[in-house]
Protein backbone atom coordinates (compact mmCIF):
# COMPACT_ATOMS: atom_id res chain seq x y z
CA UNK A 1 0.00 0.00 0.00
CA UNK A 2 2.66 2.55 0.85
CA UNK A 3 4.74 1.61 -2.41
CA UNK A 4 1.38 2.64 -4.55
CA UNK A 5 0.38 5.26 -2.30
CA UNK A 6 4.67 6.95 -3.01
CA UNK A 7 4.02 5.93 -6.71
CA UNK A 8 0.81 7.73 -7.35
CA UNK A 9 2.57 10.73 -5.79
CA UNK A 10 5.27 10.10 -8.15
CA UNK A 11 3.40 10.93 -11.07
CA UNK A 12 2.66 14.24 -10.27
CA UNK A 13 6.79 14.49 -10.16
CA UNK A 14 7.37 13.35 -13.45
CA UNK A 15 9.26 15.56 -15.55
CA UNK A 16 8.69 13.32 -19.06
CA UNK A 17 5.98 11.26 -20.47
CA UNK A 18 9.19 8.19 -20.16
CA UNK A 19 9.16 8.50 -16.82
CA UNK A 20 5.88 9.05 -16.39
CA UNK A 21 4.77 5.51 -18.60
CA UNK A 22 7.49 3.68 -15.71
CA UNK A 23 5.66 4.97 -12.58
CA UNK A 24 2.25 4.23 -14.35
CA UNK A 25 2.75 0.81 -15.95
CA UNK A 26 4.55 -0.48 -12.23
CA UNK A 27 0.49 1.45 -10.77
CA UNK A 28 -0.77 -1.15 -12.85
CA UNK A 29 1.34 -4.14 -12.54
CA UNK A 30 0.78 -3.43 -8.77
CA UNK A 31 -3.21 -3.36 -9.08
CA UNK A 32 -3.52 -6.45 -11.10
CA UNK A 33 -1.09 -8.46 -8.99
CA UNK A 34 -3.34 -7.56 -5.63
CA UNK A 35 -6.39 -7.96 -7.20
CA UNK A 36 -5.19 -11.17 -9.23
CA UNK A 37 -6.45 -13.55 -6.31
CA UNK A 38 -9.97 -12.52 -6.59
CA UNK A 39 -10.34 -14.11 -9.76
CA UNK A 40 -9.28 -17.54 -8.69
CA UNK A 41 -11.43 -19.82 -6.22
CA UNK A 42 -11.74 -18.79 -2.83
CA UNK A 43 -10.55 -21.99 -1.02
CA UNK A 44 -7.73 -21.50 1.11
CA UNK A 45 -6.12 -25.03 0.10
CA UNK A 46 -5.91 -23.55 -3.23
CA UNK A 47 -4.65 -19.99 -2.53
CA UNK A 48 -1.81 -21.57 -0.91
CA UNK A 49 -0.65 -24.39 -3.11
CA UNK A 50 -2.18 -23.14 -6.58
CA UNK A 51 -2.17 -19.57 -6.05
CA UNK A 52 0.64 -18.75 -4.10
CA UNK A 53 3.17 -20.15 -6.45
CA UNK A 54 1.94 -18.63 -9.38
CA UNK A 55 2.12 -15.33 -8.21
CA UNK A 56 6.12 -15.30 -6.64
CA UNK A 57 8.57 -13.23 -7.44
CA UNK A 58 9.75 -15.64 -10.33
CA UNK A 59 6.53 -17.47 -10.74
CA UNK A 60 4.58 -17.12 -14.46
CA UNK A 61 2.04 -14.50 -13.43
CA UNK A 62 4.75 -11.14 -12.46
CA UNK A 63 4.02 -9.53 -15.54
CA UNK A 64 1.17 -7.11 -16.66
CA UNK A 65 1.06 -8.67 -19.91
CA UNK A 66 0.33 -12.20 -18.65
CA UNK A 67 -1.82 -11.29 -16.19
CA UNK A 68 -3.98 -8.83 -18.09
CA UNK A 69 -4.69 -11.99 -20.25
CA UNK A 70 -5.50 -14.34 -17.69
CA UNK A 71 -7.77 -12.05 -16.38
CA UNK A 72 -9.32 -11.30 -19.36
CA UNK A 73 -9.74 -14.85 -20.83
CA UNK A 74 -11.93 -15.59 -17.23
CA UNK A 75 -13.94 -12.77 -18.13
CA UNK A 76 -13.00 -10.61 -15.27
CA UNK A 77 -12.14 -7.34 -17.25
CA UNK A 78 -13.40 -5.64 -20.73
CA UNK A 79 -11.68 -5.79 -24.16
CA UNK A 80 -11.69 -2.10 -23.64
CA UNK A 81 -9.84 -2.46 -20.17
CA UNK A 82 -7.60 -4.74 -21.34
CA UNK A 83 -6.49 -3.30 -24.20
CA UNK A 84 -5.46 -0.05 -22.15
CA UNK A 85 -3.77 -2.03 -20.08
CA UNK A 86 -1.46 -3.63 -23.11
CA UNK A 87 -1.31 0.03 -24.67
CA UNK A 88 0.20 1.13 -21.45
CA UNK A 89 2.96 -1.58 -22.30
CA UNK A 90 3.35 -0.42 -25.75
CA UNK A 91 3.47 2.85 -25.45
CA UNK A 92 6.30 2.22 -22.57
CA UNK A 93 8.31 -0.28 -24.61
CA UNK A 94 8.47 2.64 -27.70
CA UNK A 95 9.46 6.00 -25.22
CA UNK A 96 12.21 2.99 -23.93
CA UNK A 97 13.64 2.76 -27.33
CA UNK A 98 13.87 6.44 -27.90
CA UNK A 99 17.63 7.54 -27.20
CA UNK A 100 16.44 10.25 -25.40
CA UNK A 101 13.22 10.49 -22.59
CA UNK A 102 9.89 11.18 -24.89
CA UNK A 103 8.34 14.93 -23.91
CA UNK A 104 4.63 15.43 -22.52
CA UNK A 105 4.75 17.37 -25.89
CA UNK A 106 5.70 14.24 -28.17
CA UNK A 107 3.21 13.28 -31.07
CA UNK A 108 3.22 10.20 -29.48
CA UNK A 109 2.06 11.01 -26.28
CA UNK A 110 -1.22 12.69 -28.42
CA UNK A 111 -1.66 9.09 -29.72
CA UNK A 112 -1.12 7.45 -26.76
CA UNK A 113 -4.09 9.71 -25.23
CA UNK A 114 -6.62 9.34 -28.10
CA UNK A 115 -6.07 5.88 -28.57
CA UNK A 116 -7.15 4.92 -24.81
CA UNK A 117 -11.12 3.46 -24.32
CA UNK A 118 -10.89 4.59 -20.87
CA UNK A 119 -10.81 8.65 -22.15
CA UNK A 120 -12.91 7.69 -25.65
CA UNK A 121 -16.31 7.50 -23.67
CA UNK A 122 -18.26 10.33 -23.96
CA UNK A 123 -18.53 11.61 -20.17
CA UNK A 124 -14.80 11.57 -20.29
CA UNK A 125 -14.22 13.23 -24.24
CA UNK A 126 -13.66 16.02 -22.96
CA UNK A 127 -9.90 15.77 -21.79
CA UNK A 128 -9.56 15.06 -25.57
CA UNK A 129 -11.30 17.94 -27.04
CA UNK A 130 -9.44 20.55 -24.06
CA UNK A 131 -5.88 18.67 -25.20
CA UNK A 132 -6.85 19.29 -29.14
CA UNK A 133 -7.85 23.33 -28.69
CA UNK A 134 -4.59 23.45 -27.40
CA UNK A 135 -2.18 21.16 -29.32
CA UNK A 136 -3.96 23.52 -32.06
CA UNK A 137 -3.66 27.11 -30.79
CA UNK A 138 -2.19 29.62 -32.62
CA UNK A 139 0.13 30.80 -29.17
CA UNK A 140 3.32 28.55 -29.65
CA UNK A 141 5.31 29.33 -26.85
CA UNK A 142 2.44 30.08 -24.63
CA UNK A 143 0.57 27.40 -25.62
CA UNK A 144 3.38 24.37 -25.19
CA UNK A 145 3.55 24.96 -21.78
CA UNK A 146 0.19 25.04 -21.17
CA UNK A 147 -0.27 22.10 -23.84
CA UNK A 148 2.25 19.75 -22.14
CA UNK A 149 1.04 20.73 -18.40
CA UNK A 150 -2.80 19.65 -19.38
CA UNK A 151 -1.13 16.09 -21.16
CA UNK A 152 0.50 15.48 -17.63
CA UNK A 153 -3.01 15.99 -16.11
CA UNK A 154 -4.74 13.93 -18.55
CA UNK A 155 -1.87 11.21 -17.98
CA UNK A 156 -2.55 10.77 -14.77
CA UNK A 157 -6.43 11.17 -14.17
CA UNK A 158 -6.32 8.51 -17.24
CA UNK A 159 -4.24 5.98 -15.17
CA UNK A 160 -6.03 6.76 -12.02
CA UNK A 161 -9.41 6.36 -14.19
CA UNK A 162 -8.09 3.00 -15.39
CA UNK A 163 -6.57 1.73 -11.96
CA UNK A 164 -10.13 2.23 -10.51
CA UNK A 165 -11.77 0.46 -13.86
CA UNK A 166 -9.34 -2.55 -13.28
CA UNK A 167 -10.44 -3.11 -9.64
CA UNK A 168 -14.15 -2.03 -10.27
CA UNK A 169 -14.56 -4.87 -13.14
CA UNK A 170 -12.17 -7.70 -11.24
CA UNK A 171 -14.13 -6.82 -7.70
CA UNK A 172 -17.71 -7.01 -9.38
Known amino acids: ?55 KEDGPLVTTDVMSKLILAMG ?20 E ?19 QAILSTQQDSFYIESINQLKFSSFEIFSQMRYESLIKTV ?4 CEMLLEKIEEEITK
Open 76 to 95: KISLGTYADIGLYHQVLEYA
Open 1 to 55: MIQKIELLEGLEGCENATDFLLVSNKLINLKLKALLPNVFVQDKLVMEYAVGPLL
Open 97 to 115: SQSDKVSFGHDMVYDFITN
Open 155 to 158: LKLS
